[in-house]
């Protein structure tokens, strides 16, 4: 949203109030993490205007969630790949949050992308080819009565 | 510079969709019983405290293809709502959006397809058009009570080169005439400048001229190959 691209913040100076932001345009992806993090910790990728205290809040406020200590960091995208016109092509940088849950609760990435047995639709022509490539595969297999011996060896 | 930002959140925790068989993309009519013109019964949500089990789908979708999702909110369907609704639903479309972004990465990582990666554009788009609708309430308001059409004020102002722009205003702590950096700046045009001005807007004009004169050249080919053919009206 351009809007809030360049957002300006208003000016603080001692007694103002508490600066509150409705309708946050920040967005957190949670990863998982690259090495063995310990298992109360939660690694996010956040946007680079975000701080501790605004991943803080945000977790809190919007998914009630107990957050203990948090840690960031910024990740240098990498600027050395080179395009088919040798010019240097950049990867945006990011910046990494280590949030530890607060209550001793703890989090694993789940598996989100489980083998799953695809089964096409009666009468389909999928299900049709599926038959076809499993009868060919049928003929090229040999007799299983001869354990596995090749038709080499004669009889 | 790190200011504690607090999110002011109202009446978020009151309110959730219902389940996640309705995903935020399908227009909900959804009123509070006590304005409805038909009889119903009060309608009791229980709000859905997942914590970050709300970063993923439904177990059930996990490792599909394709997942089922409604058509983005429209602008016209957005206004109808009240600011609460709105409020509420941007908060459901953020955590959406938050939810896409980490099937994507995840997706990445386990180099897999993502199911359905058109539900980040539709979230993106129904976000906009609920920011715009935000802001022509807040402009109206504005102007209604204040007559300030914009929020932010500015001025038309001469930069160096002779352009005349809308310069918006920057909130100091100082007066401007204490301002060292800002007294750099210079919003006038020096005399010198105007031989160029004049010339730029010679080349504008001879533009925008051989342009006229290029349109109006081929209509008139055109006409002579095909007599009968009907005039576009662009």
């Not at chain 1, 690694?43 to 107990?66: A, G, H």
């Not at chain 1, 990867?91 to 992308?113: C, E, M, N, R, S």
């Not at chain 2, 722009?165 to 401007?176: C, D």
Request: hydrophobic share 35%.
């Amino acid at each position: 949203l351009a809007s809030r691209a360049t957002n300006i913040y208003p000016l603080y100076q001692l007694g103002n109030p508490q600066l509150r932001i409705f309708r946050p345009n920040w967005f957190l992806t949670l990863v998982r993490p690259g090495k063995e993090q310990p298992p109360d910790t939660v690694q996010f990728r956040i946007p680079m205007e975000m701080t501790k205290y605004d991943v803080k809040n945000y977790l809190e406020k919007i998914y009630d969630v107990p957050v203990g200590a948090i840690r960031t960091r910024i990740q240098f995208g990498s600027n050395k790949k080179r395009n088919h016109l040798h010019q240097k092509v950049k990867q945006p940088d990011y910046k990494v949050a280590y949030v530890q849950l607060a209550q001793g609760q703890t989090f694993t990435f789940p598996d989100i992308f489980p083998e799953k047995e695809l089964k096409h639709e009666e009468g389909s022509m999928e299900e049709m080819q599926e038959k076809f490539m499993e009868d060919e595969k049928q003929r090229q297999r040999l007799d299983p009565r001869r354990g596995g011996v090749t038709e080499w060896f004669g009889l | 510079m790190n200011i504690n930002l607090i999110l002011g959140i109202f009446i978020l925790k009151g309110w959730d969709w219902v389940g996640r068989e309705k995903s935020p993309l399908a227009a909900l009519s959804w009123r509070s019983p006590s304005s409805s013109v038909a009889p119903c019964r009060a309608l009791h949500t229980t709000i859905s405290r997942r914590g970050l089990d709300e970063f993923f789908d439904l177990p059930e979708n996990w490792g599909e293809t394709t997942v089922k999702s409604g058509a983005p909110w429209t602008a016209k369907q957005l206004r109808t709502k009240s600011n609460e609704d709105l409020h509420k639903l941007w908060y459901v479309l953020l955590k959406e959006k938050n939810l896409l972004l980490t099937l994507e990465q995840e997706a990445k990582r386990q180099r897999v397809p993502m199911s359905s990666p058109e539900r980040i554009r539709k979230v993106e788009r129904s976000m906009i058009r609920l920011e715009t609708v935000v802001n022509e309430r807040e402009s109206a308001l504005r102007m209604l009570q204040t007559g300030q059409e914009k929020a932010r004020p500015g001025a038309w102002r001469r930069d160096k080169f002779g352009h005349v722009y809308w310069y918006r205003f920057k909130e100091y702590a100082i007066p401007w005439y204490m301002n060292r950096r800002y007294k750099r700046k210079s919003f006038f045009t020096p005399k010198f400048v105007q031989p160029h001005i004049r010339l730029r807007l010679e080349k504008y004009l001879r533009q925008r001229a051989r342009k006229t004169s290029l349109e109006r050249r081929t209509q008139s080919k055109l006409k002579e190959k095909f007599p009968h053919a009907n005039i576009s009206a662009s």
